[in-house]
């Protein structure tokens, strides 16, 4: 079965780190790029990183630059997202996606697999 899960979500303080790990079974993530995609509540779901297959690429939200770094381990078939200084914006579902494709884009509504997502709430 085909899937991705993601985990590392939980109520941190802003200023605050975390970092979300995306597991993948039943494929291989080297011919995946994999994007992190995030939904506050009560706005639309947004892009916020995009890591190559090879991991040797990635693209950020201008939201997160500088304070997000995406990367990958496919030896472990793992995606993770160090995320630092958070803030209280940051606040919403977490969700990793795969697409077999060899670029860094990341189209939200062309992404092949979707995680169920994960939780992160910034707030003191």
């Known amino acids: 079965q085909l899937q991705l899960v993601e985990s590392g979500g939980e109520l941190v303080q802003p200023g605050g780190s975390l970092r979300l790990r995306c597991a993948a079974s039943?494929?291989?993530?080297?011919?995946?790029?994999i994007g992190w995609f995030r939904q506050a509540p009560g706005k639309e779901r947004e892009g916020v990183s995009c890591?190559?297959?090879?991991?040797?690429?990635?693209d950020y939200a201008d939201s997160v630059k500088g304070r997000f770094t995406i990367s990958r381990d496919n030896a472990k078939n793992t995606v993770f997202l160090q995320m630092n200084s958070l803030k209280s914006e940051d606040t919403g579902v977490y969700y990793c996606?795969?697409?077999?494709?060899?670029?860094?884009?990341?189209?939200?509504?062309?992404?092949?697999?979707w995680g169920k997502g994960t939780l992160v709430t910034v707030s003191s």
């Open positions: 890591n190559s297959q090879t991991g040797d690429m990635a």
């Open positions: 996606a795969a697409r077999a494709a060899g670029g860094v884009e990341c189209p939200q509504l062309g992404m092949d697999y």
């Open positions: 039943g494929f291989i993530l080297d011919y995946y790029e």
